[in-house]
């Protein structure tokens, strides 16, 4: 069975970069992104391919070559269904706000309405691939919609989990350690079907690495890989308080402890805390999923990494508190980068909202620069939280477009995103402009400490 159309339903920072990749390799198969959002959808096909609405490196330059080849940006969902063999789920599934499990399941209603729509509109068979990170058996949810609501045509549902990360999904898409693809490989239409989207990553994968499993395999896999990754940096954050109450370098730790093969290199990275749409979601998401089988040790066992987190972002604020005399009322702080991570426009969940938030109660003023973070989209990261109203925000925190602006007259300046361009400002000039004593404070292990001294600066990073 060969796939000559693609369909994938929302075009996300999953959904984007992915279909993005599938069409520049495989350009025999047409691939039409769709999403109710028209403002996204007219983005993604603006004439200048720098407007694109999701910043990756490298990202345009993929859209350049396939889009109006074989690459379709599009709002007419019924359409693309119609037309497509495949069809990726993208959609977003965020942490329930409401009613059963409320601040802790996934939110599936636009999977839902995905698998109705679906059903409502398919005139012939259909693959259907979970592209969104899901709980484990929700594709028996999906195909229980799709079969009692469909017009009688048969679908395959295929679990293919993405571990793209933002900031490096180009790459990570072109070279993957692994593809992941979840199916009913006891039968033969199940096989058949997982066997299609294999030729499709085949194209430019490696086989070896195109890894096949039954479905809930799958969808399990993708939740304790995010899980594993969140730990291992809660781990290394738990060691950045105990290495600065004994004298210990956590970035000596890490690099002591990851040189043992068993344990590796990656992710032992101190910081103010992990972000990002995934990590605390999946991980609220597997707790629930634990507690709800009634595995309470599992449950718990999950939880404090999360918990870590929270308090490594608390214990951040708190120190530049402390370290100010014990007030900020009043004073100008400067927050230098607002992404989650460096080389992305994506703040979902970021560690700065919070370290921001918390400095707002305590009455600071601040004052934020990131590189590719729009203004409103700092405003809306803080009125989400409710924690003042909106005009307040507006008026005690101000987003400005060079980071001079942000430190000049500032009694402090905090690194919240490890963005490269903050290694190598004029920190002479950062110092002139501020009031002294002049406190920096390293969220991200990104300065050298030494030179920063020899400037005049009051000096706390992380860890040390
Ligand atoms: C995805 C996933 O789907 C999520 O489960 C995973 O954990 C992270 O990646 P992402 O692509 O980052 O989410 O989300 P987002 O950038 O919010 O994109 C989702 C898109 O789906 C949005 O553009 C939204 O407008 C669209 N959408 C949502 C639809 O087109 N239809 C819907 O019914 C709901
Ligand atoms: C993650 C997973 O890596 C990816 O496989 C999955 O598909 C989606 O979730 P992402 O959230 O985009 O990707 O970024 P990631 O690089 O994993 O970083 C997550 C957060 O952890 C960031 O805030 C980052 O700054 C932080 N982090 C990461 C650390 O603080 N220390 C580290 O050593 C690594």
Redesign the pocket.
Known sequence: MKIKNICC????????PTMAVIAQKCPEINVTV????DQ?IAAWNDEDVENIP?YEPGLSAVVQEARGRNLFFSTD?DAAIDKADMIFI????PTKTYGIGKGMA?DLK?IE??ARQIARVSKDDKIVVE????PVRTAEALKNILDNTGNGVNYQILSNP?FLAEGTAVDDLMNPDRVLIGGDIETPVGKEAVEALVDVYAHWVPRERLLTTNVWSSELSKLTANAFLAQRVSSINAMSELCEKTGADVNEVSKAVGMDSRIGSKFLKSSVGFGG??FQ??ILNLVYISKSFGLHEVADYWEQVILMNDHQKRRFAAKIVQTLFNTVSGKKIALLGWAFKKDTN?T?ESAAIYVADYLLNEQAEIVVYDPKVSTEQIYTDLDYLNSRSSEENRARAKVVNTPYEATKDSHAVAILTEWDEFKDLDWQKVYDEMLKPAFLFDGRRLLQRETKEAIGFEFYAIGS
Do not use: Q, W
Request: proline share 0%; net charge neutral.
């Open positions: 339903i929302g075009a996300g920072y999953v959904g984007g769709v999403d109710i959002n996204r999701i969902v993208s959609v977003n599934t996934a636009f309405l995905c592209k969104s990170t899901l993405e749409s995934c979601k999946d994506d979902r």
